[in-house]
């Protein structure tokens, strides 16, 4: 069965940085692009980041430039790097598995994604 775990979610002051970790198993983790996606109370979930099995990333114009998505595909291992965080970043984050298909290319579409992490919490004091 397919199982994808975060940590590393917590409370930060503006301005700090948080390292996200997603623990993949159940499935050939090389074979699959993943995904970061967000949700704050009362908005919908939205893609964040975007790696491919080999490493081409994609990030969302609100994070690009502070947050980098990573891999370490010895490990099965999902990363996000968040720096200079703000209020706004304030959200549940999930990992996500893309449908083996190579030609949706980087998608950040939600509907492209077939499992899903519990999500880990990120608090940022405004």
């Known amino acids: 069965q397919v199982q994808l775990v975060e940590s590393g979610g917590d409370s930060v002051q503006a301005g700090g940085s948080l390292r996200l970790s997603c623990a993949a198993s159940?499935?050939?983790?090389?074979?699959?692009?993943m995904a970061w996606f967000r949700q704050a109370p009362g908005k919908e979930r939205e893609g964040v980041a975007v790696?491919?099995?080999?490493?081409?990333?994609r990030y969302a114009d609100s994070v690009k430039g502070r947050f980098t998505i990573s891999r370490d595909n010895a490990k099965n291992i999902l990363y996000l790097q968040m720096n200079s965080l703000n209020s706004e970043d304030s959200a549940m984050y999930y990992c996500?598995?893309?449908?083996?298909?190579?030609?949706?290319?980087?998608?950040?579409?939600?509907?492209?994604?077939?499992?899903w992490g519990q999500g880990t919490q990120v608090i940022v004091s405004s």
């Open positions: 159940g499935f050939t983790f090389t074979n699959y692009y």
């Open positions: 996500a598995r893309r449908a083996a298909r190579t030609w949706l290319g980087l998608s950040l579409q939600t509907s492209d994604y077939e499992y």
């Open positions: 790696i491919s099995s080999r490493g081409n990333v």
